[in-house]
């Protein structure tokens, strides 16, 4: 039997409202060669009823139906256990991929096969006063102010060959901490365009787990950092690397004075270092 293409990994945990548009905007792709994995976390409403429906008319979805609650991140490591494609690309279950995502991202990945990972922009919607255009370009500075990258796809070999999985110990910053390991053994790039919406609802963990959020966000980025450090005792000189211990100074100061500091003095040699060896222009 031939592999497909893509893997398209989803947990799910009680969005019933939500989840049947989060299938259909996989199912209307215009690239078909994926298998859906959709792993219900033990909710306790309609979702996996709505789920095994979908599945019933689509031979492409593999549906996991977990009796207990694990976790999202124990689904997401679940459902990398069982993908089988060559990419695997990730997706929320409250939220919408634009029809041309798998198409756009399995293009640039097959042209750039020294790229290991590949996201792009999101809008996001769902709340009339509420609207946010998000495209980073996977800078340095983007990976020490927030994510990355923001919906992924990424090369199934490098995580079997690394052992690479979502850390619990990140927990509401899985996502943040997997691309900042990820990125020591190939180079990451974002789509330069809007392929993903980002349903904002009031229930989203960067608001009801802001501050578990911010807090392991912290901790991955002085991970970056000693990333950066440890590499710059080989290719840098000692005062790229006087700065580097500076901007560790600056995450240790009060939040905006410290991010301020950290943006200023992150410039020149050591953001060109960096760059030019962890990130795909």
């Known amino acids: 039997m031939t592999k497909p293409?893509?893997?398209?990994?989803?947990?799910?945990?009680?969005v019933e409202k939500y989840v049947g548009e989060a299938i259909e905007s996989i199912?209307?792709?215009?690239?078909?060669?994926?298998?859906?994995?959709?792993?219900?976390?033990g909710s306790t409403d309609n979702t996996a009823k709505i789920v095994k429906e979908y599945a019933k008319n689509d031979k492409r979805i593999k549906f996991i139906d977990n009796k207990k609650n694990r976790g999202f991140v124990a689904s997401?490591?679940?459902?990398?256990?069982?993908?089988v494609g060559e990419y695997i690309a990730k997706m929320d279950s409250d939220d919408i991929s634009l029809p041309q995502r798998l198409e756009k991202q399995v293009k640039y990945l097959d042209e750039n096969p020294d790229?290991?990972?590949?996201?792009?922009?999101?809008k996001a919607f769902d709340k009339a006063d509420f609207e946010v255009i998000n495209v980073p370009k996977v800078g340095l500075i983007d990976l020490l102010r927030t994510c990355a990258t923001t919906i992924i796809m990424v090369r199934k070999n490098i995580?079997?060959?690394?052992?690479?999985?979502?850390?619990?110990?990140?927990?509401?910053?899985?996502?943040?901490?997997?691309?900042?390991?990820?990125i020591r053994f190939a180079p990451i790039h974002n789509l330069q365009e809007i392929l993903y919406l980002y349903r904002w609802h009031g229930n989203n963990v960067s608001i009801t787990k802001n501050d578990i959020q911010q807090k392991n966000s912290e901790?991955?980025?002085?991970?970056?950092?000693?990333?950066?450090?440890?590499?710059?005792?080989?290719?840098?000189?000692?005062?790229?690397?006087a700065n580097i211990k500076q901007i560790k100074v600056g995450f240790l100061l009060p939040k905006w004075v410290g991010r301020v500091v950290c943006l200023f003095i992150f410039t020149g040699k050591a953001r060109h270092v960096f760059r030019d060896k962890y990130v795909k222009d």
């Open 5 to 14: 293409r893509i893997s398209v990994i989803m947990p799910a945990y009680n």
């Open 27 to 41: 199912l209307n792709q215009t690239f078909k060669d994926f298998e859906f994995i959709i792993l219900n976390d």
């Open 76 to 83: 997401l490591n679940q459902c990398l256990d069982v993908a």
């Open 115 to 122: 790229v290991g990972m590949v996201g792009c922009g999101y």
């Open 159 to 182: 995580i079997d060959k690394y052992d690479l999985r979502f850390n619990p110990d990140f927990i509401y910053a899985e996502d943040y901490d997997f691309y900042s390991r990820f």
């Open 219 to 241: 901790i991955v980025r002085k991970n970056i950092l000693d990333l950066l450090s440890d590499d710059m005792q080989v290719r840098a000189n000692i005062k790229t690397i």
